[in-house]
């Protein structure tokens, strides 16, 4: 069920012509990793004709923050314009639209440690590349990241057993 609602939230944004890269632990789902995760987290280009397309998308999804939901708080450019984090919920689930991740690594800085992949039902999107997202967690060290990073070297891992060659 989770999966078909975050597939809906990608689809939107791709179909509206969105620039974005899939992060956090659905980037990790699509790179083989066997976790759960509870939001879709995308780090979004901050050029204002993306904001603009991004705030119809935000509009179509009935997009509010997620704190303080009664007041129903929109999104608007100047905080999609801005580096920070926008928590927000729509009517298909949570969806963190990022500005930066790590060391302050936006859409333009990850674009070439993102690979384009079939996400499911015909949808293809920039996810990060698992090295950069173990890099990524490696270097934010929280308590989340660290429980997850052993999951995420195995898959690695596997990964190149399979064939998969890692950035450098």
């Known amino acids: 069920m989770a999966a ?8 939107a944004l791709r179909d509206s012509g969105v620039d974005f890269i899939v ?20 780090v979004h280009s901050r050029e204002m004709a ?16 997620r704190i303080q939901p009664g007041r129903r708080l ?16 729509t009517k ?4 963190d639209l990022l500005g930066t991740i790590g060391r302050e690594l936006g859409y333009e800085e990850l674009l070439p440690h993102s690979l384009e992949m079939e996400i499911g039902e ?14 990524i967690k490696e270097e934010l060290g929280g308590e ?8 995420l070297r195995r898959t690695l891992e596997e990964k190149i057993k399979a064939g998969y060659t890692p950035q450098q």
Request: no cysteine; proline share 5%; net charge neutral.
């Open 4 to 11: 078909a609602k975050f597939l809906a939230i990608l689809r």
């Open 23 to 42: 992060v956090g632990g659905l980037s990790a789902v699509f790179n083989g990793a066997p976790i759960n995760t509870l939001d879709v987290d995308v």
């Open 50 to 65: 993306n904001i603009d397309r991004l705030l119809g998308v935000l509009e179509d999804l009935d997009a509010i923050y």
């Open 74 to 89: 929109r999104p608007n450019a100047s905080y999609l314009a801005a580096a920070g984090h926008q928590n927000l919920t």
């Open 92 to 95: 298909y689930g949570p969806v």
């Open 122 to 135: 015909g949808v293809r999107s920039r996810v990060l590349r698992i090295e950069t997202l173990i890099a």
């Open 144 to 151: 989340k990241d660290q429980a997850v990073l052993p999951i």
